[in-house]
């Protein structure tokens, strides 16, 4: 005999009422999904470097977890890391700004921790955050789970959907606390020039806004380096970096990111990890040592991956300029195309996801829909992949654009 289900004992509590699900997280499982299910699908919807993680990185974790590397570690991390992460931070800064010291940076389990961290220590009810739109899907989610408002700032079309100085300051209230950076930009793979990139600093500084910026994509440019925040910002009085080995090493799956904070915000961060996660996993923080001490070793796999995802990119826009295509945003850097594939495709989400379901279902190309970045018009395709899988499945979206919008 069988009994019904009873209902539902759970109620989302305050905390996560408006929470949604993360977008890319979640095509990421569909596209597993239906590859498991024998489906030949092409995924282009992670933000993950399909290259192995350095052998030299994995041969040090080896020699770690040899030597015992197997306990708790400070909660901040090791101190060997974070000297490590200060070098590499005092290297690229401006000779006008103080010196990186190891107290004030705190290792995390990446640096989308790092990010969710810094967001819940600095801003609270009532305050107002800037984000530039497009943005990453969780900058809009760390910021409400923070008790405050995200407040999207949309991107200027002649300017590669980047923001600027002038916007910013139009769309800030009385209430504004902070902003939120990221270049080279996941989603759009923009990256700010230097001019522009310290014109805001500035902004912010004259302001006092706090500023949070995810450099977690800077070593990966094609077009010109893209700059860090510690290079361009007028003080570090209210800067935050957040960085990390997962993009330009390929070692997403090591979990290790960081937050370079003035000292008080660093202490403030420790301490919240210390209740939540405590340290980043030990033999991670070990590889991630290697990565960053060994720079004999690093730099060329570095420059071998950004070239191969420089040769990805340019095959792309040989195949977007080969007859009718969709617009892009031109990508400078990460290793994204974003798409606009208006009147392509029509739904109640915008243009993108509809877009996205048509091409998983019927084509077995995996993306992203924009309205996960705030762009409901967009897709967003990564390049992240094989060359073959990426120009066929740029092939099958260029196909899909120009039969759902009658050009030949």
């Known amino acids: 005999m069988t009994t019904a289900a009873s209902p539902s004992l759970f109620a989302p509590s305050g905390n996560i009422a408006q929470l949604k699900e993360s977008a890319t997280i979640a095509a990421s499982a569909r596209a597993k999904a239906l590859k498991a299910q024998g489906k030949p699908i092409i995924d282009l ?23 015992g590397a197997t306990r ?14 200060a070098r590499h931070a005092n290297a690229r800064k401006s000779p006008d700004l ?16 790092a990010l969710f961290n810094a967001c819940f220590c600095l801003f609270g009810a009532g305050d107002d955050v800037l984000i530039p739109t497009p943005a990453w899907t969780s900058y809009f989610e760390m910021v409400s789970l923070s008790r405050a408002n995200p407040i999207s700032v949309m991107g200027l079309p002649a300017n590669n959907l980047l923001t600027d100085a002038d916007t910013l300051m139009r769309a800030a209230t009385r209430a504004t606390k902070g902003l939120m950076l990221n270049s080279p930009c996941n989603p759009t793979a923009a990256v700010y020039d230097a001019g522009r990139f310290r014109e805001i600093l500035e902004l912010a500084h004259e302001r006092g806004w706090w500023v949070i910026s995810d450099e977690i994509y800077r070593r990966l440019s094609y077009d010109f380096p893209a700059a860090s925040a510690l290079e361009l910002a007028p003080s570090r009085d209210r800067l935050v970096v957040v960085d990390g080995v997962a993009k330009s090493y390929a070692m997403t799956g090591w979990r290790i990111g960081w937050v370079i904070a003035p000292r008080e915000v660093a202490k403030a961060i420790a301490s919240l990890q210390s209740h939540t996660t405590s340290n980043a996993a030990t033999v991670s923080q070990h590889a991630a040592l290697a990565a960053l001490a060994r720079d004999d070793l690093a730099e060329p796999a570095i420059d071998a991956m950004v070239a191969q995802f420089k040769v990805r990119r340019d095959a792309c826009l040989a195949l977007l300029a080969d007859g009718p295509a969709p617009e892009v945003v031109h990508p400078a850097g990460a290793f994204y195309l974003f798409i606009n594939v208006k009147g392509a495709a029509t739904g109640p989400n915008g243009a993108g996801s509809a877009f996205a379901a048509r091409l998983l279902d019927e084509h077995h190309v995996a993306c992203v829909g924009g309205d996960a970045f705030g762009a409901p018009d967009y897709l967003r395709m990564s390049t992240a992949a094989p060359l073959k899988d990426v120009t066929e499945g740029l092939r099958r979206i260029i196909a899909l654009w120009r039969a759902g919008t009658g050009r030949a």
Do not use: H, S, W
């Not at 708790?72 to 992460?85: F, S, V």
């Not at 103080?98 to 921790?113: F, H, L």
């Open 45 to 67: 919807g992670v933000g993950e470097p399909d290259f192995d993680t350095p052998a030299f990185i994995r041969d040090a974790a080896k020699e770690a977890l040899d030597k």
């Open 72 to 85: 708790y570690t400070a909660n901040e991390g090791i101190l060997p890391l974070r000297e490590q992460i």
């Open 98 to 113: 103080a010196d990186v010291m190891p107290n004030e940076i705190v290792v995390g389990a990446g640096t989308k921790q």
